[in-house]
C-alpha cells in the first residue's frame, strides 16, 4: 500500500511537520479530517501522483507525527493556515490544488480566504462552507440546532484536568457517541 510513498519531515512555522508525498507536477495538497491523519489519503494518493501531480498528504498540527503544541491558543486557523503556507515555501511551490475533507475541509477554506494568492483549486468533502457570522461562534449555532452530545462539544471541556481518565480505553466512536 505504501509502495512509492515518501515519509518526510520539515519545520514549519515553528513545529515538525510529517507529510507523504509521491509524483511529480502540479501540486495537490491533501488535507484530512478528525481524527484522521495522511492515511485517509492513501487510496488517492498514488491515483492522483500516476496522473501526473505532485501530491502532499501532510499530517496536520497536532495529528499524527506532526508536533503537537501544548497550548490551546496554537491551533488557530492562523496557525494551520500558516503551517501549510510554509509548507509550500519548503517545498519551492507557489501554489497548490487544495482538497479538504471534513476537519480539513475548514482549514482548505480559510486557506484560500486568508491567501487566494496561493491556491489553484479548491475541493472539499463531507462538509458544507458555514461562513463566520459576526454574531457567535459556529459551535454556539451547533449546540443551538444539535444539542450538546454533538461531537465537537464533547471535546470542547478536554482542559479540564482528568477530563479524559474517565474515558480511557474507550475508542473514538463511542466517545464521540456517547449520550451523556
Known amino acids: 500500500m505504501e509502495e512509492g510513498l515518501h515519509h518526510r519531515y520539515v519545520h514549519v512555522n515553528g513545529i515538525r511537520m510529517h507529510f507523504v508525498e509521491q509524483g511529480r507536477g502540479p501540486l495537490i495538497l491533501l488535507l484530512h479530517g478528525f481524527p484522521e491523519f495522511w492515511y485517509s489519503w492513501r487510496y488517492q494518493i498514488s491515483f492522483l501522483a500516476n496522473a501526473g501531480f505532485h501530491v502532499v498528504a501532510p499530517d496536520l ?28 515555501d519548503v517545498l519551492g511551490k507557489e501554489e497548490a490544488f487544495v482538497v479538504g475533507h471534513d476537519f480539513g475541509a475548514i482549514f482548505a477554506w480559510d486557506f484560500c480566504l486568508l491567501r487566494p494568492d496561493r491556491v489553484r483549486a479548491l475541493v472539499c468533502l463531507s462538509v458544507p462552507f458555514l461562513p463566520r457570522k459576526p454574531s457567535g461562534s459556529f459551535l454556539s449555532e ?12 464533547r471535546f470542547q471541556d478536554m482542559g479540564v484536568k482528568g477530563s479524559m ?16
Do not use: W
Not at 142 to 153: I, Q, S, W
Open 142 to 153: 451547533f449546540r443551538a440546532e444539535l444539542g450538546e452530545n454533538f461531537y465537537m462539544h
Open 61 to 88: 498540527r497536532g495529528f499524527g507525527e506532526t508536533e503537537a503544541p501544548q497550548r490551546v491558543d496554537d491551533y488557530t486557523s492562523f496557525h494551520v493556515v500558516g503551517d501549510l503556507i510554509s509548507l509550500l
Open 165 to 180: 481518565d474517565k474515558h480511557r480505553g474507550e475508542d473514538i466512536n463511542t466517545f464521540c457517541d456517547r449520550k451523556s
